[in-house]
Each structure stands twice: as structure tokens, then as C-alpha cells.
């Protein structure tokens, strides 16, 4: 078969290049391989150096697209060496000119510590805006494609380059996962996933996310669905409250943690009536006798134990939210979590008349369970800005703590009944119409430990996770089109 695709890889080890290249070589499809990136002028046989250029850099994507000459291009993300699959070449190639895809990906191998481990990939959807969607390392391009969306990649990108070309290509073209194994590659990133899920928010990252937020924003322009900062005034005298705030805390099996949250918000002091709805859902371990004492010794505890027994997270929420008792604003506490002084309660309630919101959130600080600071530190989402808030949203895994929310517009805008992703689904539905408001300052501890729900999850469980919060962004994305359109 006569050389149908150009190869593009970034420089590793000498030692770790070679054995790529070597790999692509193997296939009488390959017609070039480039490499990217800082070689220290080392040549590799069989290959020629692009550039010193990253491959996140807008440059070097630019220069992908010029200097490849045949109808696909083949792009490997990581510097460790790769190992392809049997005829793995041509079935890309296959699958790539069967379904005239803009972007082919597939399931593949690592081999993490010495063991292997299959990892499979997701389906990308219109949704699929987060800039650490996991294609796996191997994006097999339409060079054609590429050549056209290269127009929407600003040169002058540092980090957003790769980025930028994959939201141009999926504006052009449908993307196509096969669900087979194909290649095997060394994973050097070998931390639980409780420990990768604040990478985006982490302030060494500040400077990408910047980055990143601009394609993002570009790419919604584009396609119709980016929101301009116009927003629908809230009067709050909606209802009639017997408080004005309530703290909601649903909860199950949490002995080890609930009497520290519920002290968090005993010992707040604020100008305004409050009380604390905990909605125990059959919990098993002692929670529910622990939430009885406390409820017993002050009348502001409202102890709700549901009819159902098919609730998750949202739909606690949902019972706390429509109950009698619930405030004019409904507060979030996890029950892992706490305050993280006496002041929250009040400045979360201040923040809602300040901005003129339908939704408050705030900072928070990472803590071990014990309390003591881990990284990374404050998360302070200063990505949410109140001109582009809502339209970064689409593209980030989440929206901050604690979350704080109008009644009346709760009431109205009813939580998805999952145990993951309720929140955030949440957040776009408001901010497609009303304010987000934000307090900058830590006022709550995020506690981190071995029972964290997200702390260690296994890919399938992360795979789904991921899948859903993309059906709720891509659900967001088609509802922000149409409202454009009116």
C-alpha cells in the first residue's frame, strides 16, 4: 500500500524516540515522521526535526498542516516510547476512510509500575469541550481537515495549540472512537484520580487555562452558542421564607464526618435566621443516631429521612429544597466537609444581594482529614469571571464550593437524581439565564481522604463519570443555540 499518512511525534529520550520511530516505520503507510520539540541537536534515522516548537504551541500546529503532504496525519501526544498494535496503521486508515471522520482515536495499553492495564476511551460528543478529554496519545487526523481548521488557531498559542485545532476539526467533522486496542504506551502519571481532578485549578496551571478558556470561548462563537454578559435581574421577593437561609447537607453513612459538619454550622454567626436541613439517606453506619442527638439539642436542625428510596445526591437535594422549612437561599455543606470559619453563612447570604445572582460560589481549601492544608492549596476558580463565567463553564469539570442557590429559581430548575455532576449540571441550566456570584476568599475545607467518593476510581468508573458530564454539556451547548437563534 503506497504511504498515506505523515507522522508527527514529540522528542522524548533519544532512547524513547528511536523505538518510536522505529514503530511507525514498520508501516509502508507511513510517508514522513516529524519530530517535535528540543532534540539538543541529536538526529534520529528516519525521521526529521519540525522545530524546537511544543506541541501544544499554535506554530506547531501550523506547521503540521503545511508540511504534511498526504492524506492523513499521524499525531502521538507522549514522549515515552509507543508500541503499536497489529495492522494498527491500517486500521485507522480504514475506519478514517470508511466514515470520512475528522479525528479517528481508539481504546489502548498502558503499562503502569510493569503492569499492563487496558484502558478504554470514550465517545466524543458535541459536549466533549473539556481540554482533557482522553483521546488516549494517537490522534489520526483528515489532513484535509487539519488544513482547514488551521485558520482557527491563533499562532502566538503556548499551550492551547492542540486544543484549539481539535475544537476547529470537531466544528468541521464528526469524530470517530474504535472501541479497539491498538497500541500500548508507559504511563508516567500513576496517581489515584482523586489527586488529577484539580489539576485544571491548580495556580501553576493559570497561564494554560488562560489559554485554553480563549479557544474555548473562539470555538462557542463559532458554532453559535456563546453568551454574551447580559443577565436577568433577580427581585428575591419570590415566596415567603420562615428563614432566610438554609444550609443543606445530604448525606449517608457518614458517622466518621457528620458531627464536624454539623458544628460547622452551629457555630456560624450571622445577622440573618438560618437553619440546617440534613437529608439522611438510610444511612447504616450511625449517622442517622448521630444527626437525632444533635437534632434534639437545637430546634434548628431539621432531620428529614425520605419516602424514597431511589434518591441520589440531586434528588436529596431536591427533598431539602422543597421542604417548608428551606430558606430563601439553599447553601451546600458535603457531609466530608466544613466551614471554614464562622462568617460563611452571612457572606454567602451578603454575596446574593451584592451581585444580583441566582447562584453564589465560592473558594475553598484543600485539607487532609485532620485539617492540615494539602495541594493544591486554595481553589479559588478565578476562571469564573462575570463576563465569560457561563461560556468557560462549558469547558471546566466543575464550579467551585460551596454552592449556594436562590429558592425560587432552584424550585424552578429541578437537580438531575445522580450521585455525580448534579451540581454542575445545575450551574449551566442558571447560568444561561441569571448571574453567577463569586466570593474569592476560602470559606470552605474541602476534606480529602481514602472514603471521598472521587478519591481512588477505577477507569470505568471515571469513563462514566466523564460520559455524563459531557451529555450535560452537550444538552447546555444545543440549549445555548437555540437561544441564540431567537
Known amino acids: 500500500m503506497s504511504a498515506k499518512i505523515t507522522c508527527f511525534i514529540p522528542f522524548g529520550t533519544k532512547e524513547e524516540t528511536e523505538i518510536t520511530v522505529g514503530e511507525l516505520r514498520k508501516s509502508s503507510m507511513v510517508s514522513k515522521v516529524y519530530i517535535l520539540g528540543d532534540t539538543i541537536g541529536r538526529q534520529i534515522n528516519g525521521a526529521e526535526i519540525l522545530g524546537k516548537a511544543s506541541l501544544t504551541a499554535g506554530k506547531t500546529i501550523q506547521q503540521i498542516a503545511e508540511k504534511s503532504d498526504t492524506p492523513y496525519i499521524f499525531i502521538y501526544t507522549k514522549t515515552s516510547a509507543l508500541t503499536l498494535g497489529q495492522l494498527a496503521m491500517e486500521r485507522f486508515y480504514q475506519v478514517a476512510e470508511d466514515t470520512q471522520s475528522g479525528l479517528v482515536y481508539a481504546n489502548y495499553r498502558a503499562i503502569k509500575g510493569g503492569a499492563v492495564e487496558n484502558l478504554p476511551v470514550i465517545d466524543y460528543q458535541e459536549g466533549s469541550l473539556r481540554d482533557d478529554f482522553n483521546f488516549g496519545s494517537v490522534l489520526f487526523c483528515n489532513a484535509k481537515l487539519v488544513k482547514d481548521a488551521v485558520k482557527d488557531v491563533a499562532i502566538n498559542y503556548e499551550h492551547a495549540g492542540l486544543y484549539a485545532l481539535r475544537l476547529a476539526l470537531a466544528a468541521l467533522s464528526e469524530f470517530m472512537r474504535i472501541p479497539e486496542v491498538l497500541y500500548t504506551e508507559e504511563e508516567l502519571d500513576t496517581r489515584k484520580s482523586g489527586e488529577k481532578i484539580f489539576d485544571y485549578v491548580d495556580p501553576k496551571n493559570r497561564a494554560v487555562q488562560i489559554e485554553m478558556e480563549q479557544a474555548c470561548t473562539e470555538h462557542l462563537k463559532r458554532i453559535g452558542a456563546f453568551l454574551e454578559p447580559k443577565f436577568a435581574d433577580v427581585a428575591f421577593n419570590e415566596g415567603n421564607f420562615k428563614v432566610e437561609a438554609s444550609v443543606i447537607i445530604p448525606v449517608r453513612d457518614r458517622a466518621k464526618t457528620i458531627a464536624d459538619a454539623i458544628k460547622s454550622v452551629l457555630a456560624q454567626k450571622a445577622k440573618v435566621d438560618f437553619n440546617l436541613i440534613i437529608v439522611d439517606n438510610y444511612s447504616t453506619d450511625g449517622t442517622t443516631e448521630i444527626i437525632e442527638k444533635y437534632a434534639k439539642l437545637d430546634n434548628r436542625i431539621i432531620h428529614i429521612i425520605p419516602e424514597r428510596k431511589d434518591l441520589g445526591i440531586g434528588g436529596c437535594w431536591n427533598e431539602a429544597v422543597n421542604h417548608p422549612a428551606c430558606g430563601k437561599f439553599a447553601i451546600q455543606l458535603d457531609s466530608d466537609d466544613l466551614y471554614a470559619d464562622e462568617t460563611t453563612v452571612q457572606r454567602v447570604v451578603d454575596a ?28 479559588d476558580h478565578k476562571e469564573w469571571t462575570p463576563e465569560n463565567g457561563r461560556n468557560n463553564a462549558l469547558r471546566i469539570n466543575g464550579l467551585g464550593a460551596p454552592r449556594a442557590f436562590y429558592t425560587p429559581v432552584l424550585r424552578k430548575n429541578p437537580i438531575p437524581n445522580v450521585n455525580y455532576g448534579e451540581d454542575y449540571a445545575l450551574g449551566l441550566a442558571i447560568s444561561r439565564k441569571y448571574q453567577i456570584g463569586r466570593i474569592y476568599d476560602p470559606i470552605y475545607l474541602c476534606r480529602r481522604w481514602d472514603e471521598n467518593s472521587d478519591a481512588s476510581l477505577s477507569v470505568e468508573k471515571m469513563n462514566a463519570h466523564n460520559t455524563y458530564k459531557d451529555r450535560i454539556r452537550t444538552i447546555e451547548l444545543k440549549a445555548r443555540k437555540l437561544l441564540t437563534q431567537k
Do not use: D, H, K, R
Open 352 to 379: 446574593f444581594y451584592q451581585q444580583n445572582c441566582a447562584m453564589v460560589v465560592g473558594t475553598y481549601q484543600m485539607v487532609n482529614f485532620a485539617l492540615e492544608e494539602i495541594p493544591p492549596g486554595v481553589i
